[in-house]
């Protein structure tokens, strides 16, 4: 039986933000349809969903993959709306850039064409991420939604350039698509999400959050080549709903509350974790001079948006849920 609100479509339904938003979609009443992938991995992992509450009436589990974008069409037939957020992650590094990126958008634009057959979508909200926005040397010190990342850039600056690459094409291609069908599309691109988790698996965001604590050499050094943009999840959680319930929006929008160096993260830790053996601050401090980079989220405020969480949430709520799943 559909909810009040009417039943929505959330891909990708184990992963961290995902599983976030479904947990906050049946708090407000709506229906969810989340998808996940077929392979047994996945399906030992789904019963945290099943547990959420109003879950037993409101939730129901689809099977679908990036490979087969046609399996989504059960999924999303009937919605009157659909979050994308199923994107192949690829975080050892062992499969082609090429292959990340043609199954990010082969899949999505799958996704983008059952939402136009089925008659009943009324928006969808793809989530992109930062790094389709801040992997530029246009020399910016404040970048808004009209920043793209440069893929020669993506190759260069990240950790992980599978996933910024693909997260930049896909994005684009799936605006060019909206525009060219008149489907009514916006993208949301959150910066590095930290705090709280509901997923069993360790999401890499939060683990990229706590690297200094962790000793995470490589992520740790990402973090310390720019500032750092974060957002809590639940604000992120927020932003997905607030974009499908406003009744005019379009294009992108960047969802970033805080910015912090690794110099002043490695102070807060130190002042309130100091059970936590982390890189020296004097090392920590060498990197202060470092590109103070910062992302607008101007054009989300403007509509009317408000964050609610700061630095210490988002820390401290997610060195909580680690000590409780055992990670710490």
């Known amino acids: 039986m559909e909810g009040e609100k009417g039943a929505v479509c959330v891909t990708g339904g184990t992963g961290h933000v995902a599983s ?10 709506y229906s969810v349809r989340a998808t996940v992938r077929s392979n047994s991995d996945v399906k030992k992992k789904i019963g945290f969903l099943r547990t959420l509450p109003s879950a037993s009436e409101k939730l129901e589990i689809f099977n679908a993959d990036l490979d087969k974008p046609s399996s989504f069409d059960a999924a999303i037939e009937g919605c009157i709306g659909v979050f994308h957020l199923a994107h192949p992650m690829d975080y050892e590094g062992e499969e082609a850039e090429e292959a990340v ?185 060498e990197i202060e001079n470092v590109r103070l980079l910062s992302l607008s989220s101007k054009k989300l405020l403007d509509l009317g948006f408000k964050f609610k969480y700061g630095l210490e949430e988002m820390f401290d709520e997610a060195i909580e849920c680690c000590r409780e799943k055992g990670f710490l």
């Open 101 to 285: 990126v043609k199954r990010s958008m082969e899949g999505t634009l799958g996704i983008l064409k059952a939402c136009l057959n089925s008659k009943t979508v009324k928006r969808v909200i793809y989530t992109s991420s930062a790094a389709a926005v801040a992997l530029n040397n246009k020399g910016l010190d404040v970048m808004d939604e009209n920043a793209w990342s440069d893929i020669e850039c993506c190759r260069a600056f990240s950790i992980n350039s599978s996933y910024a690459v693909s997260k930049t094409v896909t994005e684009r291609a799936a605006l060019e698509f909206a525009e060219e069908h008149g489907l009514d599309l916006v993208t949301l691109c959150p910066s590095l999400v930290v705090g709280p988790f509901i997923c069993p698996n360790f999401p890499i965001s939060v683990r990229m959050g706590l690297s200094l604590i962790f000793g995470d050499g490589d992520q740790y050094k990402g973090l310390s080549q720019t500032q750092t943009c974060m957002v809590h999840i639940e604000d992120v959680a927020a932003a997905h709903i607030f974009l499908l319930e406003c009744p005019k929006v379009e294009g992108r929008f960047i969802c970033s509350s805080i910015q912090a160096t690794a110099y002043e993260i490695a102070q807060y830790f130190a002042i309130k974790y100091p059970e936590f053996q982390m890189p020296s601050l004097d090392l920590s401090r």
């Open 20 to 29: 976030w938003l479904i947990m906050k979609l049946l708090q407000l009443g």
